[in-house]
C-alpha cells in the first residue's frame, strides 16, 4: 500500500545554488540533480528527516517538515496506528524502532523542581569556592574496621573514580561506529569518567582507554576473554536494557563485517544474537556465581556492576543484586534509547527510570544494604538538572548515551536500525563511518560535559551544597509539582508548597 | 609559516570547500547572489581517484615554486611564503597552469590564472575552505618547512 511520505522536502529553488552538497551527503538517496531542467530534485520516501542535507546546506535552501496529509483524523486509530496495521498486514513482520520511547508517557524530571537557598543558609558561589564533583562507586565499608596492631583498617572494595557523575553507558561496537566508539573513549579518558563498551567487544586499538572503560558482559558473551575483562575499570554483567527489557540482542549479519566480527569473536557476516536471559542465570544464586567468577578471574581488582532494566518488581530486583556480590547496580528506565527494538517492547514495556530509582534507594537504605552497592541510573537523563535531581533521589551517578549520541551529531531521526545513519554514528559503511572525526566528536563530548558539570555546581551551590555526595538521597531538595498523592509518595518527595 | 593540509581520511568529498571557495573570492556578500546560475571557479578542487578517496587541493605554497619562475609577465611573487598573483600584469599565458605539478594554478572566468591565496585578498580573514569544512578535514596551521 502507497503512502503519501511522512516528510516532505521543501527546497527553496530561489537560494539553490545546485552546488549538490544535499544529494552527496544523503546515504537514503533523497536528492538528485536533473541536468537537464538544471534542477534538484527530491523522491521524500525516502527521507529519514535525519536533517543532514539541512545542516550542510550552505544557502540554507532546504528545510524538511512533517506532511500534513493525514488519513481521516481518529483519536482512538491515529495515522500512526492505521499505517503500522498496514505494514503488518503486508509483510507479516515485527515492527522495528530506534532510540528511546518517544511517545507522550510522563517525564518526572519535568515535574520535580530543586531547592536553592535564601537568607538562612547561604549558597555557594562555584566560581569562588572549592565544589567537589568526584564520586566514588563502588561497595562501602558498613563500620570502621582496625587491624590487630590498633591502626585503621583502610582496605576498601574495589571501586570506580569519576571526575563527575556521569558516564557514557553501553553502545556496542557494530551497533555503532568505530569513530563513534574512538570519541566516547577519547572524551571519557580526558575528562576522567567511564564509556562502557556494549556487548560488542573491545576493538584492539581502545585498550589504551581501559582505565576509563567499563567491559561489559550481556548474553551473548561476545567479544568476551581474559584481557577484555582485564582491559577495564569495571565490568558490567547485562541482565536487561530500559528500552527492551525481557529481550536480547540481535546484530544483523550486514554489520558484523571486519573488525566488528574480529571483535566480537564471531564469524564475519554471521548474526550476532544475544539471548533473552542469561543461560547460566535463573537466579539471585546464579547470578552471584557469575559476578563472583568475574571477581575471580580479575583478582578482586574491579567493581562488578549488574545493568538491569527498570520493571515493576525493580525494589525487590535490586535487593537480591545488592546481595548477590556486586558493586554497582546500573538501573536503565523505560525511555533509555537502543540501536533496534520491537517497537511494541520498547513503548510499552518497564517503567520511568524516577520512581525506579527512588524505590531502589529506599527499598535499599530500609533493608540496611544501601551501602552494600552503588547506584547508577540512566534511561533518558538529559541534562544537568536531570543529573541533580536523580543523585537527590538517591542514585550515586547517571549513565548518558543519547545524549551523548546528540553531542557526536545524532539528529534523533530514530532510523538506526536502517544502518544508514548519515552523520556517522549507528552504521558501519566506511564511507558513512568517516562523517564522524573523532577529532571533533570527542571534543563536543568534552565540551558537553564541561558544561554539565559547570551547571551542576551552579545548581548544587544553589543549594548551599558543595560537595555531591552530600546531595546523594537528600530528597528534601526536591519539591514535586503536579503529581498524585501516589506519585509523590513513591518517590519520596513533598509537593511544591509543602 | 601556515599553510593548508589536507587530511584526506576525513574527507567528505562533499565540495563544500569549493563552493565557500568561489563565495570568498567573489567580493559579494551573499552566497546566493554570488554563485546561483553561474559555473564556479574555485581555487580549492576536491579530486577523487580510482578507490573513491577524496581529498581537496589547493597551492602547497612551495619552497621552490615553478610557477614563479614559469611566469613571462612576472605577475607570480612570494611574498612571506606566500605565493600570490597580480592580475593586473597576468597575460593569460597560462604558462603557470601546465607548470604546476599540483594542478593548483587554474584559470579563472577571465582567462586569465589564479591560484590560492589563503583568503589573505579577500574579505574571510581565514582560508573560508577550512573554516566550512564539516569534518575537520581542511586544516590551516604550522608544521615547519618541508622540503
Known sequence: ?498 | MKRIYVKEEWCLGCRLCEYNCAFANSGMTDMVKALRGKEIHPRIQVETDADGITYAVSCRHCTDPICVKSCIAGAISKKDGVIEIDHSKCVGCLTCVLVCPYGCVVEDEGGAAQKCELCMKNTCGAPACVKGCPNGAIVYEERGEAE
Open chain 1, 1 to 498: 500500500m502507497n503512502f503519501y511520505p511522512e516528510f516532505e522536502v521543501v527546497r527553496n529553488d530561489s537560494r539553490c545554488i545546485r552546488c549538490r552538497v544535499c544529494e552527496r551527503q544523503c546515504a537514503n538517496e533523497v536528492h538528485w540533480y536533473d541536468a537537464d531542467g538544471k534542477v534538484m530534485l527530491s523522491d521524500e520516501s525516502k527521507c529519514v528527516n535525519c536533517q543532514r542535507c539541512v545542516t550542510l546546506c550552505p544557502t540554507r535552501a532546504l528545510k524538511i517538515v512533517k506532511s500534513d496529509c493525514r488519513l481521516r483524523e481518529n483519536a482512538n486509530y491515529s495515522d500512526q496506528t492505521i499505517k503500522e496495521i498496514y505494514r503488518q498486514a503486508e509483510t507479516g513482520g515485527v515492527l522495528l524502532s530506534s532510540m528511546g520511547n518517544p511517545n507522550p508517557l510522563p517525564v518526572y524530571w519535568d515535574k520535580i523542581l530543586i531547592n536553592a537557598s535564601q537568607v538562612t543558609n547561604p549558597p555557594i558561589d562555584p566560581l569562588r569556592e572549592p565544589m567537589e564533583t568526584r564520586v566514588f562507586l563502588g561497595k562501602k565499608p558498613e563500620h570502621i574496621t582496625r587491624n590487630a596492631d590498633g591502626t585503621l583498617n583502610t582496605q576498601l572494595a574495589p571501586q570506580l573514580t569519576l571526575s563527575m557523575p556521569v558516564m557514557f553507558s553501553a553502545m556496542s561496537y557494530g551497533s555503532i561506529s568505530y569513530n563513534a566508539h574512538a570519541s566516547l573513549a577519547r572524551a571519557a579518558s580526558a575528562l576522567g569518567i567511564c564509556y562502557n563498551t556494549g556487548e560488542g567487544g573491545l576493538h584492539e586499538d581502545f585498550y589504551k582507554y581501559g582505565k576509563n572503560t567499563i567491559v561489559q558482559v550481556a548474553s551473548g558473551r561476545f567479544g568476551v576473554h581474559k584481557d577484555y575483562l582485564e582491559a577495564g575499570a569495571a565490568i558490567e554483567i547485562k541482565m536487561g536494557q530500559g528500552a527492551k527489557p525481557g529481550i536480547g540482542g540481535h546484530l544483523p549479519g550486514t554489520k558484523a563485517v571486519g573488525d566488528v566480527a574480529k571483535t566480537r569473536m564471531i564469524p564475519e557476516g554471521s548474526d550476532a544474537i544475544s539471548p533473552a536471559p542469561h543461560h547460566d542465570i535463573y537466579s539471585i544464586e546464579d547470578l552471584r556465581q557469575l559476578v563472583y567468577s568475574l571477581k575471580e578471574a580479575t583478582e578482586y581488582r574491579l567493581p562488578v556492576i549488574v545493568k538491569v532494566a527498570a520493571v515493576h518488581n525493580i525494589a525487590a530486583i535490586a535487593s537480591g543484586i545488592a546481595r548477590s556480590g556486586a558493586d554497582i547496580i546500573a538501573i536503565d528506565g523505560f525511555r533509555g534509547g537502543t540501536g533496534a527494538a520491537p517497537t511494541r517492547i520498547r513503548d510499552n514495556d518497564g517503567i520511568p527510570i524516577e520512581p525506579a530509582l527512588a524505590a531502589v534507594d529506599k527499598r535499599l537504605r530500609d533493608e540496611g544494604i544501601r551501602n552494600n552497592v552503588s547506584i547508577v541510573c540512566g534511561g533518558s537523563v538529559r541534562s544537568a538538572s536531570d543529573v541533580v535531581k536523580a543523585i537527590a533521589l538517591g542514585a550515586d551517578a547517571c549513565y548518558i548515551a543519547t545524549a551523548a549520541c546528540l553531542a557526536m551529531g545524532c539528529h534523533l531521526c530514530r532510523s538506526c536500525h536502517t544502518g544508514k545513519c548519515n552523520w556517522g554514528i549507528a552504521t558501519q559503511r566506511p564511507d558513512l563511518v568517516k562523517r564522524l572525526n573523532p577529532d571533533i566528536g570527542s571534543q563536543r563530548l568534552i565540551n558537553l560535559m564541561d558544561a554539565w558539570r559547570h551547571e551542576i555546581k551552579e545548581l548544587m551551590g544553589g543549594m548551599g551544597i558543595n560537595s555531591i555526595e552530600a546531595l546523594r538521597g537528600n530528597r528534601l531538595m526536591l519539591r514535586g509539582v503536579g503529581l498524585t498523592e501516589k506519585e509523590l509518595e513513591i518517590l519520596g518527595i513533598a509537593h511544591a508548597g509543602e
